[in-house]
């Protein structure tokens, strides 16, 4: 196979909507880097006020689902987290996609089910599944973190682009996080150095990201209803 794109490439491809046809291609676009106008309220909120406070948004912006966090830099909203200050890993590289609990999610491609994992503690991904796919004669790898328990798909399960995988889970399966799915695309060097449980880098890193976890952002601006 050939080596993948630094860029996720999907011009031939026709990508179906993560969130099905009910939710329609139009989203919206919630910031909660520096410059966001709700980061207050994200920063001193729980998880369950969040997702209200995401509901209100949805409403103004005339939404039914919204996007949040590609290369956005959260340092405030993580300063809370002596960890992540320590390594200086503030710089989001998925996709929120944020939708409702229990919402479905569909293969955005052609697919196998390669691992499902349940990661523990506060701020984790909870129940997580990767799909990889073949996309221009390389093989990718597509991280849906935050996910229900009930529906997960077996390993080794083939899915057609379409097809149901899995569910947006709840606070005590997803890593007690406001109700959304976080979309991850690494490479094979992505997988094997390590980054499918590194949702952050650093802000230095972020030149290199590409050829670790390229932007998912093309998985959503190419989705086509079939």
């Known amino acids: 196979m050939t080596k993948p794109d630094r860029k996720l490439n999907l011009k031939d491809l026709k990508v179906y909507p993560v969130l099905g046809k009910d939710f329609g291609l139009k989203y919206g676009h919630i910031p909660m880097g520096q410059d966001s106008p709700y ?36 340092i405030d909203l ?36 390669f691992h499902v994992e349940y990661e523990p503690g506060l701020g984790n991904y909870g129940w997580l599944t990767v799909l990889k796919s073949i996309i221009n004669d390389a093989p990718y790898y597509l991280l849906f973190g935050h996910l229900a328990q009930e529906g997960l798909k077996e390993v080794g399960t083939l899915l057609k682009a379409g097809e149901i995988f899995a569910y947006i889970g709840d606070y005590h399966e997803n890593g007690n996080w406001f109700h959304h799915t976080h979309l991850q695309v690494l490479t094979g060097r992505g997988l094997t150095e390590g980054w499918l449980h590194k949702a952050l880098c650093t802000p230095e890193q972020l030149d290199s990201m590409d050829g670790f976890c390229p932007s998912p952002l093309p998985l959503v601006e190419n989705s086509c209803s079939l």
């Open 78 to 113: 993580y300063r809370q987290n002596e960890q992540i200050m320590r390594e200086g890993r503030t710089v989001h590289i998925g996709l929120d996609i944020i939708a409702p609990v229990k919402t479905p999610l569909f293969s955005p491609l052609d697919a196998e089910v």
């Open 39 to 74: 980061l207050e309220r994200f920063i001193n909120s729980a998880q369950s006020q969040t997702s209200e406070l995401i509901r209100e948004i949805h409403e103004k912006q005339g939404v039914k689902w919204s996007i949040s966090g590609d290369r956005e830099n959260r």
